[in-house]
């Protein structure tokens, strides 16, 4: 039974939200009393995802490129007209890549991972915490890596992207200091997710042979910490690195 974690009255966005940590994170925020709106690219799976988590509370879905700043802008507003203001921002929409020596990366391959896994989290941000600014509350939690912390080999640029993720967390979280407008970031290791499909064999098993608890983290696992990062009760943390990596990360 999972502890519970009061989001009541609450609107939240979850980029990425059709698979893997997004999904889990829109199920937990629905658990809890949010009102969700489910935002990713891949509509017959925002489909699916929407259907699986009806039982659950209100929802709404949003088909989009969080890279493109007008759909992004027209995406706030659908939102808040279906499901009112945004409280809660989740940018968790990313992908990792082709695994290769960081000199065998095409600029474009580099480019477009910043752009999905960086710049859209700018690009959300920017669009959403001035309203929450005005409002006089807000939580955004960004999607980082241990990668971000460590740079994986035959992973630049999403360790790169990942450790963007980290600095714009702060950067950001001192801006809305004073607005009660709290941003944080977490650091998950290897998880259970798609994502891994994008991996050579080779990859992941790099990544797990680094965590000490031997094991992939599971997607309710990394739900449960941004859940709580989402909430009222976490209230003192901003601009902070939250570690979920089984142990991997020593700082
Ligand atoms: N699973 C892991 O091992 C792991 C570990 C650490 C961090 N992360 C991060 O967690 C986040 C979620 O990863 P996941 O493992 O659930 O991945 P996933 O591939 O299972 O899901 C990612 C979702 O993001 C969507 N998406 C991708 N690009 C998009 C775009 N431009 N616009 C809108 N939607 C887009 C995809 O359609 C997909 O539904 C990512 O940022 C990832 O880097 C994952």
Redesign the pocket.
């Known amino acids: 039974m999972a502890n519970q974690i009061d989001l009541k009255h609450k609107v939240a966005v979850v ?2 939200a ?5 999904l889990a994170i829109a199920e937990r925020f629905l658990e809890s009393g949010a009102r969700v709106s489910l ?4 509509k017959r ?1 925002l489909d699916d995802a929407e259907r699986s988590l009806k039982a659950k509370g209100k929802t709404g879905q949003i088909v ?4 493109d700043e007008v759909a992004v802008e027209e995406a706030v507003s659908q939102t808040a007209d279906e499901l009112g203001p945004i409280d809660i921002l989740v940018n ?5 890549g082709p695994n290769r020596k960081t000199w065998e990366y095409t600029p474009g391959e580099f480019r477009r991972i910043l752009e ?2 960086l710049t ?1 989290a700018f690009i959300c941000s920017a669009a959403i915490a001035p309203g929450m600014k005005e409002r006089g509350y807000g939580r955004i939690i960004n ?1 980082s ?1 241990v990668a971000g912390k460590e740079g994986n080999p035959n992973a630049a640029p999403y360790s790169i992207s990942k450790a963007g993720m980290i600095t714009l967390t702060k950067s950001l979280a001192k801006e809305l200091a004073d607005s009660n407008v709290l941003v944080n970031c977490v650091t ?4 259970r ?4 499909k994008q991996m050579t064999p080779e990859h992941i098993a790099y990544m797990v042979s680094k965590i000490p608890m031997a094991r992939l983290v599971e997607p309710k696992e990394v739900a449960a910490l941004v859940a709580w990062l989402a909430s009222e009760e976490c209230s003192f943390s901003t601009g902070a690195t939250f570690d979920i990596s089984g142990g991997r990360s020593t700082y």
């Open positions: 980029t990425g059709a698979r893997g940590f997004g935002w990713d690219m891949d799976a989009i490129d969080v890279t968790n929409a990313g992908i990792a999905v896994n859209s999607m890596s998950p290791a290897a998880g997710t798609d994502i891994l």
